[in-house]
Every structure is written in C-alpha cells, then in structure tokens.
C-alpha cells in the first residue's frame, strides 16, 4: 500500500468513482464522477478496471506527493498539471518517482480534472463504491473534501507499466459540448410551446450556486402554462426541472432521488459527462432531440470507449 | 394522458435511461400500497438491466442500463408484475417510535406553529405524537422519510425563507407533511424538536432507521432523556 500526501487540497477535491446504484429506495443517490467519460479514460490510461476511484478536482486543482513510485494520468479539464515543476502532458500514463509531487494549477477550461492512479484510491466502500457523497458526508474519503495534510491511500498496482496515451481523434469526440441535447421530459406537455421554444431557443448562463447536485441555470424564464398540482416523484439524472421562478435546474450526479418540481426536458446520457465540465458562467445551449436518436448517440460513445483505437501504446 | 383510473397503470419515459410509472394520481394510501408491491416485486425478482427504483407517492421510477433496455421492452417485462398488484400481499407494517424533545431551542418553531392555530404548544405537542404516520418513501436525501398521516389541525405553511442549515435530527412540518432531517442540510419546515437518535447510520442494518411501508410514532421526551439517548 503507498500513500499520496495531500499538499494542497484545491478549491474541492473529491475522491470519485461510478457511483453506487441501486439504493434509490432509501433516499440515496448514485453520486460518482461528474465526468465519467474522463475517469474511465484515466483509469484505460494506467491499467485500472474502468470503474476504479480517482480524485475528482473542481476549478482549482490541488497538489500531491507520492510516497512511493507509481503510474498517473491527468483527464479532464486542462489544470496545467506539473510534475516537480516541469509542465506534465495530460490524456497520457506517466510513471513518477517515490518522493515526486504532482500540482495542478487553476482550469484553463472545463471545471473538472481528475488523477487517476495505478491501483486506484483506496478507501472503505460505502454501498458498494469510494465516491464521496457530500451532503450526507458519506462514501469516500472520510465523507468529505480532501484537506491539506490527508493522507490517502493507493490500492496495490497490479499490471506492468506500459506507456499509453489517448488518441487525438478520440480526444477530439469527446470533446466537452456547450450545445447540450435533450429529450422530452416526463412533464413537457406541461408547458406550452413557447416555453419549449424558449429553453431550446435561448442561451443560458450556469450559476455560481451550481454543484454536484444541480446546476443551476440563469436565462429566460420558461413559465408553467397552467399552475398544476405536482406529486412528488422520482426523478432522474440530467432532468431539467423547472421551480416557480422559471430558472432551469439540471438534477446531478448528488442529486436528490425525488422531486416535486416539473421536468420540462431531460440531458441525454451521452451529453451528462459535458455537464461535469461547465464552469459558472459557461454559456450553453439546448437542442431536443428524439429518444432513438440519444440511444443510438450513447451506443456510439460508448463503442469508442471500448474500442482498441481509443488508446494508443 | 393518464388515466385516472388506478387499476391501470400510466407509463412515462423520464429520460433515455429511465421510465416512471404511475400507479395513481393522488396521495393515497391505496397508491402508497401499490408502489410498496410493485417495489417488493421488483426487489425479489430483479429484472436484467434495470439500475435503480426511485419510489414515491404513487409512482415508481425505474432506471436501466439504455444498452441492454429500452423504455418498449421494460415496459412489456413490467406487464407480468403488474398483474400481480392486487393480490400480491404486504406484510404487517414495522412499527417505529421515534422519541422527540419538543420545543425550546430544539424546536424553534413550536410557539409559531401553535399560534397559527390558536393552540398552545403543549396542543401541538399532543396531536403531534399523538397521530400514526405512515412512511410512503425515503426520498430527496439519504434516510429522508415522507411521511403521511399529520393532523389537518398542524398543517402548516412553510417558512418564507428557508434556513440554511437546519440541525441533524430536527422535527419538522411543512405544508400537510412532517418528518426528521437525517442530516443537517437546508430546509423551510417549520422544526417543532428534536430526536436525539441517528435516522441514518452506516454501521446500522438496515442504515435507515425508517423504511418505507413503515408505521410511525412519535413520543414526546424530556430534556434528561434527550441527554441519555446521546443527543446534543
């Protein structure tokens, strides 16, 4: 077992995997990577199963020093990671030396970048996953952010070190999206046409009250046609609900598992790793799109990520 | 549309991961039973390729793996389950009791609530754990209990601004709804005490000291035995 001492801990750094699904019925949701896409490209990049937990940094990343020798890759959001102070290329294994220290600096873009390291980060599983659950101070490291002085452990690697990178075509398809895609949601005939027009038809800004549960958007308002009764439900990951006040909120990857607020559209699964990568601010826009067409989007992204061509040795 | 009639279940595509089914139109008990019996059915006999159940008044939204389902193929594997509702037993409700210190700084809310309705607070007391609730789903937060059952005489509105960090264990009513916050997190009920025992515990089994189907009560202690229950 070695262990990564936490320098500087960043803005709001997490440890991260998939998330654990399954326990909707006691009120908890999956959590897990905001950009899954960039956590399972890490962890092809140093020979760890797909699923494993990495650190998820916001903003402004953290710095680390390892202990003892080991294999790392940078995904995500461009952080300007370096390695004892020389610039270190990001989508590539990197073997470091015991006593190295890795820094990231501030987002150049994106909001999200994560380091993913051979054996993976090891913590006590709380229902079966690592990832940190915020609100509820549960999952990963001690249920909270890292702070300066943790010390986190790092699972036995288990596979020799062989040099790999992310290809470039690859890197340029999955490319985060500001044109975010949607499909109706399960109240969209709630609203009237021009509300409809109005969310797909509009830019909106995210809000710095953003997070891990929702992101919060600031636009045009999208009025209810008629004030109905709503019982609360459950609600989905990536559904665009729509409070009184007209300003959209996309439920996230903490997100509550009930609501009781009208969905007007719903993020397509294709498009959620694009959302963990807004920054506050970030400008984006909407285009509805039918269900079969999100489905076959998904199973193309999806045969990327596991195809041969997606890493290069 | 849906239909209102509750023997015929109305389906949705919530997302392209995820479909809800609604098992009725209003909070009701009879509801409440169904998405209890279709939640046990699907437990026990899982169907390849769905994720997660996400139960609420009165329906149930049902999360897949969009590579091996599609909203079409769950919705005919659901047909058989459904089927089964109406005389697919329940078991005998648990039955939980949950102690509460009402009122003083616990409780902040107790004078408001009892002069909203022209009561004194030893009333709210009274009615407050004097009522049988039923838990219809954890939802919104890890161990969070919707309970249904409140006293029409406590109904009350929720805060105009809601606080931002309401105590872990707090007891509180918004609207026609009661419960216990299982974590300190933002909220706009108004907290009429405090339980001093954890609603959610990770060494516990089951972790939520509620499930839902569950029969609530709650029995007003004092300050000592708030003290001798660990609370603080």
Not at chain 2, 28 to 43: D, G, P, S, T
Not at chain 2, 99 to 121: C, I, Q
Request: hydrophobic share 40%; proline share 6%; charged share 20%.
């Amino acid at each position: 077992m070695s262990t990564l001492l936490v320098e500087a801990p960043g803005l709001f750094t997490t440890v991260q995997d998939l998330g654990r699904d399954g326990f909707g019925p006691m009120g908890v949701s999956a959590s897990g990577a905001a950009d899954a896409v960039s956590l399972r490209i890490g962890n092809r990049l140093v020979g760890n199963p797909e699923g494993a937990a990495a650190l998820e940094m916001t903003l402004v990343g953290g710095a680390f020093t390892f202990e003892r020798a080991a294999v790392i890759a940078a995904t995500g959001a461009d952080f300007g990671p370096s390695l004892d102070g020389v610039a270190m290329p990001m989508w590539t294994s990197i073997e470091i030396r015991e006593g190295e220290t890795v820094r990231f600096g501030h987002s150049r873009s994106g909001a999200r970048a994560y380091l993913c390291v051979q054996g993976g980060i090891a913590v006590e599983p709380f229902l079966g996953s690592a990832s940190t659950h915020v609100l509820s101070g549960l999952g990963g490291f001690e249920g909270r952010a890292l702070r300066k002085g943790d010390r986190v452990e790092v699972g036995a690697a288990n596979s020799l070190f062989r040099k790999s990178a992310l290809s470039p075509k690859a890197l340029e398809s999955l490319e985060p999206r500001k044109v975010i895609r949607v499909t109706d949601g399960p109240q969209s005939d709630w609203f009237a046409e021009s509300s409809r027009k109005t969310l797909c038809g509009n830019a909106f800004r995210t809000s710095e009250q953003s997070n891990r549960m929702g992101i919060r958007l600031e636009g045009p308002p999208i009025p209810l046609e008629a004030s109905r009764e709503m019982i609360t439900e459950g609600v989905s990951l990536g559904a665009i609900q729509v409070p009184p006040s007209g300003q959209p909120i996309i439920l996230f990857v903490e997100q509550q598992t009930t609501g009781g607020y009208p969905k007007i559209a719903n993020v397509i699964s294709a498009d959620l790793h694009s959302l963990g990568q807004l920054r506050p601010r970030d400008e984006i826009r909407f285009e509805r799109i039918e269900m079969s067409e999100a489905r076959a989007l998904l199973i193309q992204q999806e045969a990327l990520l596991a195809s041969k061509e997606l890493i290069q040795e | 549309m849906r239909k209102s009639t509750a023997s015929e279940p109305q389906f949705r595509a919530a997302s392209d991961q995820s479909l809800l089914v609604y098992l009725g139109e209003e909070i009701a008990l009879e509801n409440h039973r169904r998405v209890l019996k279709l939640l046990r059915l699907l437990q026990a006999e899982p169907i390849d390729g769905v994720r997660n159940l996400h139960p609420a008044y009165s329906s149930l939204l049902i999360k897949f793996d969009p590579l091996r389902l599609d909203h079409d193929k769950l919705q005919s594997r659901l047909v058989p389950y459904l089927s089964r509702l109406d005389r697919e037993p329940l078991p005998a409700p648990r039955e939980v009791e949950i102690p509460v210190f009402y009122g003083g700084e616990f409780g902040p809310d107790l004078s408001d609530v009892a002069k909203m309705h022209g009561m004194t607070g030893a009333q709210v007391i009274e009615l407050h754990s004097s009522a049988t609730y039923v838990v219809y789903f954890l939802g919104f937060a890890p161990g969070f209990a919707y309970l249904g059952g409140l006293p029409e005489a406590l109904a009350s509105r929720r805060l105009e601004t809601p606080r931002a960090k309401v105590p872990q264990g707090s007891v509180g009513i918004g609207g026609n709804q009661t419960g216990v916050y299982p974590f300190s997190t933002p909220g706009g009920w108004r907290l009429i005490g405090r339980t001093p025992v954890a609603m959610f515990r990770r060494t516990a089994n089951p972790m939520s000291l509620l499930q839902i189907g569950d029969q609530v009560c709650f029995r007003a202690i004092s300050e000592k035995e708030f003290v001798e229950f660990g609370g603080r």
